[in-house]
């Protein structure tokens, strides 16, 4: 779908105010202007530097965390296009926090590039020690870097296509075998009932069996549940009583829309079943679940 399409496909949901739908659209924009900036012939000269044949031996996210090509140029226009954005939207975004961030940036114009490495690397600490610096809240600091990452990821999801249907058929791992991040959703496939999980991260899909915890591999059925909403079956949320960990999942056997299935979509459109999961005592498998929350659903509806 075209992100206007996307957007059109929200507004049909009727669960979202224009205003955090406008907010999404040119996020949505920011990411595939910057996307298409890339330069994709050095990241597959970088990106195959890689020994792609023995990490997928060894059972290794294809991806080197240490050995991410980044373009600075890119990155900066990422983090000053998002920036303007933030000023938009003073209620959310106070504008004393955008000056910080601005003056961080002009202090050191590395700053875009740290926050997609130490985002990939998953360095949580970098974030915290960042947000007690700067007076930003570390979860505004990690979306800016879920932000201008997701390009990157992309592309070299797009390079290494041929290398992950091939791991798509092996792999049957918790972690995606692009980044290794957890993921954040799966999806259950009409009929067969395959399960995919999802990466919020990079947004990369693979198979993993279906009576299984998608964090600690617990098989045990009487310490994995789900539940769901009565009023849309077509979610369900998998618990594990093992590791206290949660997993929002479609039912593609429920899914009625005409529009096709977008996953990111999706997770936005579900983050009320992570409150509730949360509130059952349970946690998401993100590396940065338990940095302080934050996020924009004070725009929105919600149920």
């Given at each position: ?98 000056d910080i961030l601005k003056g961080a ?28 610096k700067t007076a930003v809240e570390p ?133 009320y079943l992570d409150e509730i999961a ?26």
């Amino acid at each position: 779908m075209t992100i206007e399409d996307q957007i059109s496909y929200l507004k049909k949901r009727g669960q979202f105010v224009d205003e955090y739908l406008n907010f999404y659209q040119q996020i949505l924009t920011i990411q595939a202007d910057q996307q298409s900036k890339i330069n994709k012939e050095k990241l597959a000269i970088f990106g195959k530097t890689s020994d792609i044949e023995s990490r997928l031996q060894m059972g290794l996210p294809l991806l080197e965390k240490n050995n991410i090509y980044i373009e600075a140029d890119v990155a900066r226009s990422s983090f000053t296009a998002l920036l303007s954005i933030f000023e938009k939207y003073p209620q959310q975004y106070p504008p004393e926090k955008i000056d910080i961030l601005k003056g961080a940036l002009k202090k050191n114009d590395q700053l875009p590039n740290e926050f997609i490495q130490t985002f990939i690397a998953e360095n949580k600490d970098y974030f915290s020690q960042l947000s007690e610096k700067t007076a930003v809240e570390p979860g505004v600091l990690i979306f800016i870097a879920r932000t201008i990452s997701l390009p990157f990821l992309k592309t070299y999801a797009d390079l290494l296509q041929p290398y992950l249907a091939e791991k798509d058929k092996v792999w049957f791992r918790s972690f995606c075998p692009l980044c290794g991040n957890a993921a954040v959703m799966a999806r259950l496939e009409k009929e067969v009932g395959q399960r995919h999980l999802w990466c919020a991260t990079c947004h990369t899909e693979w198979m993993f069996t279906r009576n299984q915890c998608a964090c600690c591999s617990n098989e045990d059925p009487k310490g994995i549940r789900y539940f769901f909403d009565e009023s849309d079956s077509l979610y369900k949320v998998y618990v594990c009583d093992q590791c206290k960990r949660y997993l929002k999942t479609i039912d593609e056997n429920k899914y009625t829309f005409i529009q096709p299935m977008n996953m990111a979509l999706e997770d936005l459109i579900t983050h009320y079943l992570d409150e509730i999961a949360v509130k059952e005592g349970y946690q998401s498998m993100l590396w940065w679940d338990g940095i302080e929350h934050y996020d924009h659903h004070e725009l929105s509806d919600g149920h």
